[in-house]
């Protein structure tokens, strides 16, 4: 599984961006897709996930309602639309890949063991 991610950049508050993800390997059974971020001085912690088979989705609470994660089979790729964009989101956003069992492991970063190279998203008030 190769992943790699793309489309951080500088917006404004309330701006907005899209990420992607693109990847080899997404179809297979069972595969989560989640976007992590880590600021600096903090540890990563989880965004978003999508279910690539059922395409379900869920969110962190200091997104939620901000931020749609979704993908495009044809493309193998996953996106995260931010919206509302804050000063408190910028970091390094990655994705990351693998087959998920239990709810506690979806959001820890350790449980992954494919990951995307990282993409800066840095939001100016």
């Known amino acids: 599984v190769q992943l790699q991610a793309s489309g951080g950049g500088l917006v404004q508050a309330g701006g907005s961006l899209r990420l992607s993800c693109a990847g080899s390997?997404?179809?297979?059974?069972?595969?989560?897709v989640s976007w992590f971020r880590q600021a600096p001085g903090k540890e990563r912690e989880f965004v978003a996930f999508?279910?690539?088979?059922?395409?379900?989705?869920g969110y962190s609470d200091s997104v939620k309602g901000r931020f749609t994660i979704s993908r495009d089979n044809a493309q193998n790729t996953v996106y995260l639309q931010m919206d509302s964009l804050k000063p408190e989101d910028t970091a390094v956003y990655y994705c990351?890949?693998?087959?998920?069992?239990?709810?506690?492991?979806?959001?820890?970063?350790?449980?992954?063991?494919?990951w995307g190279q990282g993409t800066l998203v840095t939001v100016s008030s």
């Open positions: 990351a890949t693998d087959r998920i069992t239990t709810g506690q492991a979806l959001v820890r970063p350790s449980s992954y063991r494919y």
């Open positions: 390997g997404l179809t297979s059974s069972g595969y989560f």
């Open positions: 999508i279910i690539w088979s059922s395409a379900s989705t």
